[in-house]
C-alpha cells in the first residue's frame, strides 16, 4: 500500500553511523567498523565482544541479523544505511539485554506472523531510536521483554504487507517505553502491562491506531496525535490511562469494551463522519471520563454501567460537549443554584441509563501546561568532542509557572561523557518558548555507544521530558570532509585599490567531527608561492573571514579556501581548479599624470582666450 504523509519523515529522524571488509581482524578500541574491518554486518556481531559497537557506513546490506549479546549497531545515515532481509524471516532478531539500534534503513522481513522489521525476545534494556523502518507483518515486535525504549523511529509499511501489518506490537512485556515515533499504522498490545505510549503520530486513514487486547493492563497512553481510522479500542484490560491526546478519526475515537477502571482526561475527540462516537462503552465499571474536549460525535454507553464517573466535582468540572443545546451559565455553586456565571453548564449532561456530567463546561477545556523539546533531538559525536543542543519550554494554554529542567541518563551513566544546562530554571512568557542551552562533551576518554540522555521538566504537579540520542564514536571514523560555500570577496573585483585590504567570508560546515581549521590560502605569483592565513569564525554571521593584505598595483591575486575537519579529511574550494581572482586597479606613469596636467591645461587656457575674443567682438 501507499505510504502516507512520507515527508514528515523527519522532524523525527536523526545522525548516526558503520562501515565493511573482508578479512577477519581484531577489533579497534571497542569499534568495529563494516565493511572496513569485516565484509558483513552479522560477521561483525559473531566476533564482537559485549558491549562493542558496530558502525555500518552507508550501503545496502542483504542480510538477517541474530544479535545475542549487549551491543551498539549504529548506521551512518538512516536514509542510506539499508538492511534488507530478503522477504525472509525477522531482519533484525535481539534475544540479548542493553542491545541499541539505531541510525537504519530496515525493510523486508517475511510478510508472515510473527516476523518483523526488528524483534526483541526476552531482552531488557534495550534501546531503538532514529530508524525508518518497512513493516511487512510487524514493524517491531517486543515479545515478553521489558524495560525498553523505542523512540524517534519512522515505521510504514507498503504494497505486500499482510493485511494484518502492524507498526509495532508489545506481546507479554512490561514496562517499555514507546516514544516520539512516527508509526503510519498502528500499535497493538496483548496482555502487556505498565507501558508507556506517549508523544507518538498515527496517521493512516484506513487503519486503528492503538489496539489494546485482553489482560493488557495499567498501560497509559499520553500526548499521542491520532489521524486514524479508529483511535483507542481497548477490551478485556483495566486501569488504562488515555490523557491529553489529540484524536481525529473517521469511525469511533475510543472503544471501551469490558475494560474496568478505564481513565479518560485532557483528551480532544474530533469524530468526521456521521454516525460514529467519540467514545463508545460496553460493560465496563468505575471508568472516569472528566476535561475532555467532545468536538463532534456523541457517546454511545450500556444499560448496567456501574460506578463510571463523568466529572471531576466542583469546581474543577466536566467535559465540555459541543452537540449539548440550550446551555447556559447564569448560576454558579456545586449544585448551580447560586448568582454568578462560573463556566459551568447550569444543567448536567445526561447521557442516557442514568449517566451523567453534573458539569459540563460552556467552552473547551483548556488546562495550562507545558511543553518541552530539543533542537536537535539526536547527534553523533567524534570523540573528542563538544556540542549543543537547545532545551525549548513551550508554554501552552497561558502556562506561567516556572519550570525546573534535569538530566538523568537512561540506564547506566556513560564514562567520560559530561552535560550542562546554561539554565535549569526557565519560565516561558504565557503561549510563548524560552529556552536553556545544553551542552554535552564527549572527551577523548568517552566510552563508544550510543546512550539516551532524558531532560525532564517539573512545574508544581506537571512534569514533562524529552529524550536525546548521544551516539559517540571515535574520530578516526569520520570519512566525509568539510562542505565549504562559494566564497564572498569584499570589494568586488575590477574596484580594488592598491591601499585595499580584501576581506574573504566563506561558509564551511562538517556535521561529524566538527571544523578543525579554515585557511585563506593566496599567491600573487600564479601559483609559484602561497600564503596561508587562518580563517576566523564569525559567532553573528557564523562564517569563517579572512583579509588578504593590501597589493602593489597592476597586481593578479588568485586564492582558495581549505577546510579540515577534527579526523583529517579537508576540502578545497578553489572554483573547479581556476582559482578565485581579482586585478588591482594599476597606478597612472608619473609622465602621463604630467602630460594630462599640460594638455588640461592648455585646453583651459585655449578655451579662456577663445572666450575673451568673443567678448571683445
Known sequence: MKRFAAGIILSFMLIYVLPLAFNVQPAKAGTIVVPDD???????????????????RKGVYCENLFIGKALSLVGEDW????????????????????VKVSGFTIKNSSSEYPYSGIYLDESHGCHICGNNITAMYYGIRIYNSSDNYVYQNYINYEYGASSSVMGIELAWSQNNTI???????????????????????????????????????????????????????????IGNVIKGNEVVTRDDCVRVWQANNTVMSENNFNVEEYGYY??????????????????????????????????DGYPSGGNYWEKQWGKSDYYSGPNQDQPG???IVDTPYDLGYGNK??????????????????????????????????????????????????????????????????????????NGKDTSNLTITASQTATTGSYTLRITGTSESLTNYIDIAVTVLSASLDITPPEISEPLQTPLNNTIQP?????IS?????????????????????????????????????????????????????????ACDNAGNNATKDNNGYGYKYHVIPEFPSTLILVIFMLTTLMATTLWKTKRKHQRS
Open 38 to 56: 569485516y565484509a558483513s554486518i552479522q560477521r561483525a556481531i559473531d566476533v564482537a565482544s559485549p558491549f562493542d559497537t558496530i558502525f555500518v
Open 79 to 98: 536514509q542510506q544505511t539499508i538492511i534488507d532481509g530478503g522477504g525472509t524471516g525477522h531482519v533484525i532478531y535481539i534475544k540479548a539485554n542493553n
Open 179 to 237: 516514544s516520539n515515533n512516527y508509526i503510519e499504522i498502528g500499535i497493538k498490545l496483548a496482555e502487556s502491562r505498565n507501558n508507556l505510549i506517549d508523544w507518538n503520530t498515527f496517521l493512516n486513514r484506513w487503519a486503528l491506531a492503538v489496539d489494546v487486547e485482553i489482560n493488557s493492563n495499567y498501560n497509559t497512553f499520553m500526548r499521542n496525535h491520532i489521524n486514524c481510522s479508529y483511535g483507542f479500542f481497548i477490551s478485556g484490560s
Open 278 to 311: 467519540a467514545l463508545y462503552i460496553r460493560w465496563s465499571h468505575n471508568c472516569v471520563f472528566y476535561h475532555n474536549n467532545i468536538f463532534s460525535g456523541g457517546v454511545s454507553i450500556s444499560e448496567g454501567l456501574i460506578g463510571n464517573v463523568w466529572d
Open 341 to 343: 456565571s462560573d463556566g
Open 357 to 430: 456530567d453534573r458539569y459540563p463546561f460552556m467552552n473547551p477545556y483548556r488546562e495550562p501546561l507545558f511543553e518541552i523539546s530539543s533542537s536537535p533531538q539526536s547527534q553523533k559525536f567524534y570523540a573528542p568532542q563538544t556540542k549543543s543542543y537547545t532545551i525549548i519550554v513551550t508554554s501552552v494554554n497561558s502556562f506561567i509557572l516556572p519550570v525546573n529542567l534535569s538530566c538523568t541518563w537512561l540506564g547506566s551513566a556513560p564514562s567520560g561523557i559530561t552535560f550542562s544546562l546554561s539554565r535549569s530554571t526557565i519560565t516561558s512568557p504565557p
Open 499 to 503: 591601499d585595499e585590504r580584501v576581506k
Open 506 to 562: 566563506v561558509n564551511v560546515t562538517d556535521g561529524e567531527s566538527g571544523i578543525s581549521q579554515v585557511i585563506l590560502s593566496y599567491t600573487t605569483d600564479n601559483g609559484t608561492t602561497w600564503t596561508n592565513l587562518n580563517m576566523q569564525l564569525n559567532m553573528t554571521t557564523s562564517s569563517y573571514e579572512q583579509e588578504i593584505p593590501q597589493q602593489q598595483p597592476d597586481t593578479i591575486v588568485k586564492y582558495k579556501i581549505i
